[in-house]
């Protein structure tokens, strides 16, 4: 992870992932979606599955479920949404959040399926169900075009500043 976009991409979703478990347990944003579809867009497979996986790791630590889950689900995740990233520019800000939007369609089912098979414990009722599938896309691709596309288009613009500069 060469790339400072990624590292900045890590701690923003870094940084949600903390402020979002301390005071909104209850809010379930993807905090590292859009990070993970920036890997995806910038990087090959095997870097943007290495930040897939830490990102897992990062969210398993700050979760109640068994130690993995989120890191299979995003690597699962990362390998079958890498195929979408032909369609979008990865120097474009902004297609990021269409990138988030497929990414957190396909990580729901996908992390379903993982605690399906890895914890037995976890209910499955229908009422989440409409929500999960259908809305939450949408308000990560937002959460990504707020949180993210921000910080990362200033980030570009004082890099092209401080070329011009210096």
């Given at each position: 992870m060469r790339d400072p976009v990624l590292w900045i991409g890590f701690f923003l979703g870094l940084a949600m992932a903390i402020f979002q478990s301390a005071l909104f347990p209850q809010v379930?944003?993807?905090?590292?979606?859009?990070?993970?579809?920036?890997?995806?867009?910038?990087?090959?497979?095997?870097?943007?599955l290495w930040c897939a996986g830490l990102a897992g790791v990062a969210s398993d630590l700050l979760s109640a479920d068994p130690f993995g889950i989120h890191a299979i689900a995003m690597c699962a995740t990362a390998t079958l949404s890498y195929?979408?990233?032909?369609?979008?520019?990865?120097?474009?800000?902004?297609?990021?959040?269409?990138?988030?939007?497929?990414?957190?369609?396909?990580?729901?089912?996908?992390?379903?399926l993982t605690l399906f098979l890895?914890?037995?414990?976890?209910?499955?009722?229908?009422?989440?169900?409409?929500?999960?599938?259908?809305?939450?896309?949408?308000?990560?691709?937002?959460?990504?075009?707020?949180?993210?596309?921000?910080?990362?288009?200033?980030?570009?613009?004082?890099?092209?500043l401080s070329r011009r500069h210096g």
């Open positions: 379930a944003i993807l905090s590292f979606a859009p990070f993970v579809s920036l890997a995806c867009m910038r990087s090959s497979l095997p870097a943007a195929r979408f990233r032909r369609l979008f520019f990865h120097g474009e800000q902004l297609q990021l959040c269409f990138f988030t939007a497929i990414y957190s369609a396909i990580f729901t089912p996908v992390l379903v890895f914890d037995r414990r976890a209910p499955f009722g229908g009422e989440w169900t409409f929500l999960d599938f259908a809305t939450m896309p949408l308000v990560d691709a937002a959460y990504a075009f707020f949180w993210f596309v921000g910080p990362l288009l200033f980030f570009e613009w004082a890099k092209k």
